[in-house]
């Protein structure tokens, strides 16, 4: 029976509230690679956490004839580093964007912090992190982006709540990395981008860029270009598919 075929590269993302802000910049990649999408969503009755993400992650790469590029922004992210500890023969490289050193820190985090810290009712909390988020948006805009925050910590798989905040202690990944930031980000702010520096190996990237936290959707073109080039690059400290195939 023949392997199934696979894509170049994985786009994960377990925040389908945020997947709007991924379409631009995987137009871009697309048009040079071809780039699978791979999604999650997370059911209330679900224990929250990455856990179930990534063995289903697991069950879709385990199925191909080759390893591929992972990426992935926030919580989507987080899955890929954790799959790429777990499994690195199946990932050919893995590019985080909007991940820190702490990789487990994302803007729920800060929204559930906040809401224990400030004597303010909720919904004035999320206005704050919208704001954090996307900047100063028009008022009759803050309530269309306060619901999609609210449908964001029904459905991500982020792993905060208000009794428990979770934490990933820093550490490397055996397969090419690229990690990316936005230079205004309020969530992942680039000293936690730049913590990543003691982790990196030869050949390993980080790069900043103008924008905040989705700064993959308003610089689209700049960011996949140099995502490509790490792809290109990345090779050169790469087992090939052929051996790859040979030593499984």
Not at 111 to 140: D, I, N
Not at 193 to 217: C, I, M, N, S, T
Not at 223 to 248: C, D, H, M
Request: overall charge positive.
């Amino acid at each position: 029976m023949a392997v199934p075929t696979c894509p170049d590269a994985v786009w994960l993302n377990v925040s389908p509230s945020f997947e709007r802000f991924d379409h631009k910049l995987l137009g871009c990649l697309a048009r040079h690679v071809e780039v699978a999408h791979w999604a999650y969503r997370q059911t209330p009755d679900e224990p929250s956490g990455p856990d179930a993400a990534v063995a289903l992650l697991h069950s879709y790469l385990g199925g191909h004839n080759r390893p591929v590029h992972l990426l992935g922004h926030g919580t989507g992210g987080l899955v890929g580093l954790l799959y790429a500890r777990q499994n690195p023969r199946w990932v050919k490289s893995l590019t985080l964007l909007s991940v820190g050193v702490n990789p487990m820190l994302d803007w729920q985090a800060h929204y559930y912090a906040q809401l224990e810290r400030l004597p303010c009712p909720r919904q004035q909390v999320l206005a704050r992190m919208v704001f954090s988020l996307f900047g100063h948006q028009a008022r009759p805009l803050v309530r269309g982006w306060i619901s999609l925050l609210e449908q964001d910590l029904l459905h991500s798989v982020s792993p905060h709540s208000l009794l428990k905040r979770s934490s990933l202690c820093p550490g490397s990944v055996p397969v090419p990395l690229m990690v990316c930031g936005g230079e205004a980000d309020a969530v992942v702010d680039s000293t936690q981008v730049r913590g990543w520096q003691p982790w990196l190996k030869e050949g390993d990237r980080l790069a900043l860029y103008p924008g905040r936290h989705f700064f993959h959707h308003t610089s689209p073109c700049l960011v996949a270009s140099q995502i490509l080039g790490f792809w290109e690059t990345s090779n050169n400290f790469l087992v090939s598919p052929q051996r790859f195939r040979a030593i499984l």
